[in-house]
């Protein structure tokens, strides 16, 4: 092999001196070292095969360098990729059909570190305050199994009702893994309340009157619905008649209820909340936020003589 790069090098110097030396100085050649042009003498310089040598051997060995970094970096890449950990589970749903209400139903889901790297497990959330779970350990070394143990408390549903479950862990190709807990609740024969109203907005209110608030009470189940309304200041009315006791809804029938909140006087926002309580056994106590602004009589002149103007342009728009 150095035989072969020597004999390169000759060539290669002996095709420089031929192109740029040439006939002019005959019998003189790389060997002796002397060097001339038409017209001059014969100066000794400097041999140039060694330089030759160093341009020759840089454009071998960079090739060969950028060979070696390449195949270093790609081992490297290949290493990193090749030790992985991998979550995977035998289920990530669970079904349960036909479940009473108030049932704690309890699962555990199994899942295998897969890959060739330890597994480890950040942090496992619900989708609920109703559903909890806990895992095994937090980390699982390769071809090992760990569980995520699930406990859904089904007091307040009915119908099918779906809860999820979130693993997080260092699995580079599925970071968060979601489970599902699925269930039929069936509900025994009991009586349903529903609200036309939630939320209501009053707007202005005149100080030292009483505020209205209607609102209509459903029964969507099957038995009688009993109701009876809580707040330190208000009175009920069905009707024109004031209540003093609890209100009876017989199923599929509905009730239109008067809430008189007094302003006492008072000034600024209003922000309430009313209480409804029944023999509903998944919503035994609903509430009504009632909100708006109390102005006296004074600031209501002031807000009428303020926006005269734009109350006059209305009237006028209406002919």
Not at 180 to 197: K, N, Y
């Amino acid at each position: 092999m150095r035989n072969k790069i020597k004999y390169f090098l000759d060539r290669a110097m002996r095709h420089f001196y031929d192109r740029h030396v040439g006939k002019e100085c005959q019998g003189i050649g790389p060997e002796t070292g002397f060097s001339c042009r038409p017209g001059q003498k014969r100066v000794k310089k400097e041999i140039r095969r060694p330089k030759m040598r160093k341009l020759v051997g840089v454009l071998l060995w960079k090739p060969l360098l950028l060979f070696l970094i390449l195949l270093t970096g790609f081992n490297f890449l290949f290493s990193i990729v090749a030790e992985q950990p991998r979550i995977t589970f035998k289920e990530t749903v669970k079904s349960f059909t036909k479940v009473k209400e108030g049932t704690k139903l309890r699962y555990e889901f199994v899942f295998t570190n897969t890959g060739n790297a330890p597994l480890l497990i950040k942090r496992v959330t619900t989708s609920c305050g109703c559903t909890a779970a806990l895992v095994s350990e937090d980390r699982i070394m390769p071809g090992k199994e760990g569980r995520i143990s699930v406990q859904f408390d089904t007091r307040g549903y009915f119908g099918q009702v779906i809860k999820q479950i979130y693993v997080e862990s260092n699995d580079p190709v599925e970071p968060t893994k979601v489970l599902e807990i699925q269930a039929e609740i069936e509900v025994p024969p009991s009586p349903r309340l529903e609200l036309d109203v939630y939320n209501y907005e009053a707007g202005l209110i005149l100080s030292g009157e009483d505020l209205p608030v209607k609102i209509r009470i459903s029964n969507k189940g099957e038995l009688d619905l009993q109701v009876e309304f809580s707040h330190r200041q208000a009175t009920f009315f069905v009707g024109e008649k004031k209540m003093t006791g609890p209100l009876k809804i017989g199923p599929g029938r509905s009730q239109e209820i008067i809430i008189r909140l007094p302003t006492d006087n008072r000034t600024g926002m209003l922000r309430e909340y009313v209480l409804i309580k029944s023999n509903d056994p998944l919503r035994s106590t609903v509430s009504v936020y009632i909100s708006g602004y109390i102005v006296s009589m004074e600031q209501l002149k002031e807000l009428f003589q303020k926006y005269r103007h734009l109350l006059e342009k209305k009237e006028l728009s209406l002919f």
